[in-house]
């Protein structure tokens, strides 16, 4: 696992492209480290946060 915020000789270059009209593909250097992805885009009615609403819990009060 690499720290972002302390390494000043730490580099990245991704470059990105649109595959089709729900695909995207990654691919670069990363800390002189080859990577490639390929993400599908997902309908947001799968997410459960917007399939179902949401109840917020708080376990102490703000008004304490």
Known sequence: MYTLC???EWKAAISFQRIGPDVLALEGTLDGK??????RRV?????PLVSRSLHWINE????R
């Open 43 to 47: 309908d947001d009615s799968r997410f």
């Open 34 to 39: 080859e990577i490639r992805g390929r993400f």
């Open 60 to 63: 102490w009060p703000l008004n």
């Open 6 to 8: 302390c390494d000043p």
